[in-house]
């Protein structure tokens, strides 16, 4: 089961165990500079706000009430990452997870067309708790490129430059729970180890976005360190997250949505930190093809002649805090500053 | 999952949850979360003995945080329950009150049950 908690998606399998439960977080941040240089990782600014779609059936588009799910508001060209569990989180469950994160229904890891089975040979889902975050697209080993929202049939989104249509849009997710006897052989390892969520007249009519390719970041994504007979897919929770132009928040649901990010250079000019992870002892994947080959949204916009970034201005990320397995701040997280930047 | 009500089981489950961070994190000191959730070092080594009532919500909010524990369930174990709780209550008092009594010995899948999911639809 999901529920929708304080800006969070829970997952839940009481039926498998009782710890069986983890949070996925949608993260406002700086949209880093699309100038072909890697840039570490950058802060958290505070979590998107979610919405039931349901809740505002008579403001959505039909295809969206079919689709069910949530709501979030991205400004065009604002960028996102997606947390699984974080600082200041009141539970930080251990429990293993396997996790298919799409975009547009491509799925973000392999770059294949959206299928909701694990496929060990496509290597196509990640683990929790190895991965923390998801900050883009995966296009090489240890690189991905941010993800970056654009109107849906605009061509710049993924989903658009891999299948020629802006069909679906949106976040799609799809998680499975480890195997309740892996995860108490697991947990006795560890034991061991440990001893050492108003009605207007008028439909709005929603802009739909979708999530393109920005710069690049070096980010390590996680192989399965468990293999494929270790999830349970007898059992498993979907979501469709719908991503709405910021815009036009406030005209669905009523509410402002979040102010627009600083720029990253305004935010390094300012001495505040960027961020890496790294997990040394841990399998990383390889980048998929299909998602390499992919326009960034300033290649394609030069391509198409038009103008929809802003400047991104020289950023030179001085402070970098390493974070991963082993390290002080290991226990906090990719630490998330809520309030105006 | 119940909890015990009393000031020492919120001092004891303070201490433990600092405690066990503080083992592999020296952030977790008594100086140092004292000094991030803005209280004298004695005063949060007293809250954690038991020897003063625990102390008010946004200061038990703010302790919560930092250790990553649940709110709710430190406002619980000192005998308070949150504004925002008692916002939802008084604006229908009856209803909740009648419900809570309904649910009191309900196991944990059974609350579970009442919880709003997300819906899933055909995508």
């Given at each position: 089961m999901i529920t929708l908690e304080a800006n969070s998606l829970i997952f839940r399998f009481p039926k498998v165990h009782d710890n069986a439960k983890s949070a996925i977080q949608f993260q406002r941040t700086l949209r880093i500079p699309d100038d072909g240089k890697h840039y570490p990782l950058p802060p958290g600014l505070g979590a998107f706000p979610l919405r039931h779609v349901e809740d505002f059936a008579d403001r959505v588009p039909e295809q969206w009430h079919e689709r069910a799910g949530v709501m979030m508001p991205l400004y065009q060209a604002e960028a996102m990452w997606i947390a699984f569990r974080g600082a200041g989180w009141w539970w930080s469950s251990r429990y293993p997870f396997a996790i298919k994160i799409a975009a547009g229904k491509i799925n973000a890891v392999s770059g294949k067309p959206w299928k909701p089975e694990l496929d060990g040979s496509e290597r196509d889902y990640i683990v929790l708790p190895e991965q923390p975050w998801l900050d883009g697209f995966c296009v090489a080993k240890d690189v991905i490129r941010q993800f970056v929202a654009m109107p849906l049939g605009s061509g710049y989104s993924v989903e658009e430059q891999i299948t020629g249509k802006p069909e679906h849009g949106g976040l799609q997710i799809i998680v499975y729970p480890m195997r309740r006897e892996r995860y108490?052989?697991?947990?006795?390892?560890?034991?061991?180890?440990?001893?050492?969520?108003?009605?207007?007249?008028?439909?709005?009519?929603?802009?739909?976005?979708?999530?393109?390719?920005?710069?690049?970041?070096?980010?390590?994504?996680?192989?399965?360190?468990?293999?494929?007979?270790?999830?349970?897919?007898?059992?498993?929770?979907?979501?469709?997250?719908?991503?709405?132009?910021?815009?036009?928040?406030?005209?669905?649901?009523?509410?402002?949505?979040?102010?627009?990010?600083?720029?990253?250079?305004?935010?390094?000019?300012?001495?505040?930190?960027?961020?890496?992870?790294?997990?040394?002892?841990?399998?990383?994947?390889?980048?998929?093809?299909?998602?390499?080959?992919?326009?960034?949204?300033?290649?394609?916009?030069?391509?198409?002649?038009?103008?929809?970034?802003?400047?991104?201005g020289e950023v030179n990320p001085d402070t970098i805090i390493h974070l991963g397995p082993g390290k002080l701040l290991r226990s906090k997280g990719r630490p998330v500053r809520e309030g105006k930047l | 999952m119940s909890y015990t009500l009393n000031m020492t089981g919120f001092g004891d489950y303070v201490r433990t949850a600092r405690a066990t961070r503080a083992e592999t994190d020296v952030r977790f000191s008594l100086r140092q979360v004292a000094q991030r959730i803005a209280v004298e070092p004695a005063y949060l080594s007293k809250i954690e003995r038991g020897l003063v009532a625990p102390p008010s919500e946004a200061t038990i909010i703010r302790l919560a945080t930092d250790l990553g524990e649940d709110p709710d369930v430190l406002l619980a174990l000192a005998g308070k329950v949150g504004s925002d709780l008692q916002a939802i209550i008084l604006r229908r008092p009856k209803q909740f009150a009648e419900l809570i009594r309904q649910l009191k010995n309900a196991p944990d899948h059974a609350l579970l049950k009442v919880v709003r999911e997300v819906r899933d639809g055909k995508w």
């Open positions: 108490e052989a697991l947990e006795r390892r560890r034991e061991r180890v440990l001893a050492k969520r108003q009605l207007f007249a008028a439909p709005a009519r929603a802009r739909a976005m979708g999530l393109a390719a920005g710069g690049r970041m070096t980010q390590q994504i996680y192989a399965d360190p468990h293999g494929l007979d270790a999830w349970d897919q007898s059992v498993s929770s979907r979501c469709f997250v719908s991503l709405v132009d910021a815009v036009q928040w406030r005209e669905i649901t009523g509410e402002a949505p979040p102010t627009r990010p600083p720029t990253a250079a305004d935010y390094t000019k300012a001495g505040l930190p960027w961020f890496d992870y790294y997990a040394a002892d841990l399998e990383t994947l390889g980048g998929a093809q299909a998602l390499a080959l992919v326009k960034s949204v300033a290649e394609m916009a030069e391509a198409k002649g038009e103008q929809v970034l802003g400047a991104d | -």
